[in-house]
């Protein structure tokens, strides 16, 4: 959550300006051509040498962790909206892994019908 909000602050003009220089955005790099990809708020996740330090990096997991979100979280407009939106997103997205994790414990074998 911390995380994604202070990514959001960086990219809207906020955040610090040591955070905001190692982020790129998808449709910030200049192609031949233009894939679809490049009208979406997307961000180049940099190339790390060492998997243990390089992933925790704050380019490397906030561009991650802002991949994965939807596009409707992405584009809201303040930051207030954002979190709110980031709040319902990761609810729902912890109700639904609940609900599969329940869902899978689930033994019928136990239960007679009648």
């Known amino acids: 959550m911390k995380l994604c909000t202070l990514l959001y602050k960086c990219?809207?003009?906020?955040?610090?300006?040591?955070?905001?220089?190692?982020?790129q955005r998808v449709a910030d790099v200049q192609l031949r051509q233009r894939p679809r990809s490049s009208s979406s708020p997307a961000l180049i996740v940099p190339a790390t040498r060492r998997v243990t330090i390089g992933?925790?990096?704050?380019?490397?997991?906030?561009?991650?962790?802002w991949n994965a979100l939807?596009?409707?979280?992405?584009?809201?407009?303040?930051?207030?909206?954002?979190?709110?939106?980031?709040?319902?997103?990761?609810?729902?997205?912890?109700?639904?892994?609940?609900?599969?994790?329940?869902?899978?414990t689930f033994d019928t074998r136990h239960y007679v019908t009648l």
């Open 55 to 65: 992933s925790r990096a704050f380019p490397v997991a906030a561009a991650r962790a």
């Open 11 to 23: 990219l809207n003009g906020s955040g610090p300006a040591y955070l905001v220089d190692g982020l």
């Open 70 to 104: 939807p596009v409707s979280v992405t584009l809201v407009p303040s930051i207030a909206a954002f979190r709110r939106s980031l709040k319902t997103f990761l609810y729902q997205l912890s109700a639904d892994i609940l609900t599969m994790a329940l869902w899978d």
